[in-house]
């Protein structure tokens, strides 16, 4: 079966999901969730809506998928255990250090890789089965096909999103909100900036990074057959009456082995929607028409009435089958159990001898049926009624509320789970050194023989340019590593293995990593593994994850302060990027190809906001797009500032620079250039990141 997975911001929306027909709700408790800014739930409203739900035979998940400083992770474990000590049923999260305390604080809670984890491939799922996970929640954007074909090789659960707002990035890799207003979306604190206006040729006219919301009305059912094991519903910021008409469109349509009818359709549409909504990834269909914006429009206050209405009574949803025996001499029994095998039971007086009217079989099954106002549904009752007997209703009514409290007390038990203390672990002693120089590029022909002359230990290449360009391994004296995409689907993978055995062949040795999915392949080909920013390391706790992984190195966030980087025990190398043009998204869909109609990738391409900014748009492999920030991150001027912070390495990051330009600005990290660009930022490495 389906399990459909509403949201809950609040008490009410989750009496609205329940009400409606979900199976599962997933919530927030605490400040380390995506939605930080939803009302999040104190230790005894958690406990109250766990309880609630479990009585009605409904799961509940915690979501814990922001990432966490070291500093964070104490209360954070406190969290998690207190969640597994409270009965949730698993916990989502995004952090490799928070999964690494879980196993300390809480080792029997279920865990499962939240969407904000980047997991879109085959090899991404089975690292995270490896890691002890038991579900995985895939990218929005994958298609059809390759979620059929995770499915039916995954070893462990598959939940997709079926209804909801569309991020114009890969969950989990963008830094646009944390970059331009100091608000990251991986810490749950995510401003929508890709709402906002933007456009081409220096003006701000258009919404090109808006899209609409996705809707899997439609392919409910061919999603049943791939074996998708939940559909999740979207909308913890959303109101419960939202909440309570899209759960009870999608909870009857499954039921019902249907779709949503065109009348259906219309109340999600009015229930919220962008210009209509979009199945473009889905379907591997993308483009303009994708894209939409919130219009102003009339609240839907009948259809919410209506929502409200339903869910602020009790739709019994647990069907329960009723036991009863009347015979002579003998105390009364009544019986009852539910779908899972519980049953309670009790005992009530002797019945009499009638003396005018004997009750009969079918009285005590219309009294032990009249479950209104409980959460129990009778469906069917199997009484034994002797002939002759007496038995007061009211006895029997009383018998029917002792067994169901009984039963309801069961429901509603605390699970006997291990816990457990978390240990931050040996701290690692700073380097005293200053860091190496690395520098990745984009293209092979920024790696010239004036680059070199400035010692880098290594320079990262991506392996598409490294495979087209081979002559790059010795023009960069042997001290190339490859970088792998953080993007990288299963339809891809055999052409990624061919340029990667290429690398090998000519002498590559290491490989630079920013998603779970591509650690396998690099890893079965015999590369030394370096973990990229994708990885999004926020802690020790993660590096160690990571060490015990495998790898050797890894690059730490650029949302982390320098204090903050400073601070960490470093257990393996660290890499911090000091200067280039950060990342601020990763997106399947293709606003150059959506503006143009057609690949214009080689040409410049800049996206002005309503600012005057412009960010560059750039080719990533497979055909994506990246938007870059606006302003280069320049720390030349401030090399004592990051020189004792125990990195192993510092990198440059070039992007949209002319090989000349490259050369300039290494030899100015070197000291003995003066080139400074004309507009730069510090990043986040002085300010504080919400």
Same mark, same amino acid.
């Given at each position: ?256 082995n249907r779709e949503p009818t065109a009348e259906e359709i219309e109340q999600l549409t009015a229930a919220f929607s962008r210009q209509g909504f979009t199945d473009g990834f889905y379907l591997d269909k993308q483009g303009p028409n994708m894209f939409g914006v919130r219009e ?26 009723? /036991? +009863?025996?009347?015979?002579?001499? =003998?105390? @009364?029994?009544?019986? #009852?159990?539910?779908?899972?095998? %519980? *049953? &309670? ?121 490294? /495979? +087209?360009?081979?002559?790059?391994? =010795?023009? @960069?004296?042997?001290? #190339?590593?490859?970088?792998?995409? %953080? *993007? &990288? ?130 080719? @990533? ?70």
């Open positions: 079966m389906l399990e459909l997975l509403a949201p809950a911001g609040s008490m009410e929306a989750v009496t609205a999901a329940v009400q409606a027909g979900a199976d599962a709700v997933y919530m927030g408790y605490g400040d380390f969730n995506a939605r930080r800014n939803a009302k999040n739930f104190s230790r005894e409203e958690f406990a109250a809506a766990v309880s609630y739900c479990h009585l009605r035979g409904v799961k509940v998940y915690l979501t814990l998928n922001t990432l966490l400083t070291d500093r964070e992770m104490p209360e954070g474990a406190r969290l998690a255990a207190e969640a597994g000590e409270i009965g949730v049923d698993a916990v989502l999260v995004q952090d490799l250090g928070m999964l690494r305390v879980l196993r300390q604080a809480s080792p029997d809670l279920p865990v499962h890789a939240s969407t904000q984890m980047t997991v879109h491939n085959l090899d991404g799922v089975k690292l995270c089965a490896d890691l002890g996970m038991t579900r995985v929640v895939l990218s929005r954007e994958l298609s059809r096909d390759q979620i059929a074909y995770i499915c039916q090789n995954s070893p462990i659960e598959i939940e997709v999103f079926g209804h909801g707002a569309l991020c114009m990035c890969y969950s989990g890799q963008c830094f646009m909100s944390s970059m331009i207003g100091g608000r990251s979306g991986n810490r749950g604190l995510c401003a929508q900036p890709c709402r906002l206006k933007y456009g081409w040729n220096g003006k701000a006219d258009g919404n090109p990074l808006s899209l609409k919301d996705m809707s899997m009305a439609g392919h409910i059912q061919e999603l049943k057959r791939m074996g998708v094991a939940c559909l999740k519903i979207e909308g913890r910021m959303k109101r419960p009456e939202y909440v309570a008409v899209v759960i009870s469109i999608y909870a009857k349509a499954i039921k019902e102003e429009t009339k609240e839907p206050k009948e259809l919410f009435a209506q929502a409200r209405a339903m869910y602020q009574r009790e739709n019994p949803r647990v069907p329960v089958t009723f /036991y +009863a025996m009347v015979r002579p001499g =003998e105390p @009364a029994q009544v019986g #009852v159990e539910d779908s899972s095998g %519980r *049953v &309670a039971t009790v005992k009530g007086p002797v019945p009499e001898a009638a003396r005018t009217r004997a009750i009969t079989t079918e009285q005590v099954e219309e009294q032990l049926s009249k479950t209104g106002g409980t959460p129990y549904r009778c469906d069917k009752v199997r009484a034994l009624v002797e002939d002759g007997l007496s038995l007061p209703l009211s006895a029997l009514n009383a018998m029917r509320r002792e067994v169901l409290e009984d039963l309801s007390r069961q429901r509603t038990a605390l699970p006997q789970r291990r816990s457990g203390e978390f240990h931050p672990g040996a701290r690692y002693n700073n380097r005293k050194e200053a860091p190496e120089l690395t520098v990745s590029v984009l293209k092979a022909e920024q790696v010239t023989a004036a680059l070199m002359e400035q010692d880098p230990t290594l320079v990262y290449v991506p392996v598409g340019e490294l /495979y +087209a360009h081979p002559e790059t391994v =010795e023009l @960069a004296k042997g001290r #190339v590593a490859v970088t792998l995409p %953080r *993007v &990288a689907w299963d339809r891809e993978r055999d052409e990624l293995v061919k340029q990667l055995e290429k690398a090998r062949e000519l002498g590559v040795t290491d490989a630079l990593v920013g998603n779970l999915g591509m650690l396998p392949i690099a890893k079965e080909l015999g590369f030394t593994l370096r973990g990229d920013y994708g990885l999004e390391v926020y802690n020790a706790q993660a590096l160690k994850e990571l060490k015990k992984m495998g790898l050797v190195s890894s690059t730490l966030s650029f949302e982390l302060k320098l204090a903050q980087v400073r601070d960490i025990s470093k257990p393996m190398d660290t890499e911090l990027i000091t200067y280039g043009r950060l990342p601020l998204m990763i997106m399947e869909s293709c606003v150059i190809k959506n503006r143009s109609g057609r690949c214009n990738c080689h040409n410049e391409n800049l996206l002005t906001d309503r600012k005057g900014k412009q960010f560059p748009v750039v080719k @990533a492999p497979g055909c994506r797009n990246e938007i870059l920030n606006c302003q280069k991150l320049f720390l030349a001027d401030r090399q004592g500032d990051y020189q004792r912070i125990g990195l192993w390495a510092q990198r440059l990051m070039f992007t949209t620079e002319t090989p000349d330009e490259c050369a300039r600005v290494a030899e100015r990290y070197r000291g003995t250039g003066d080139w400074t660009p004309g507009e730069y930022t510090r990043g986040l490495y002085y300010r504080d990141v919400e």
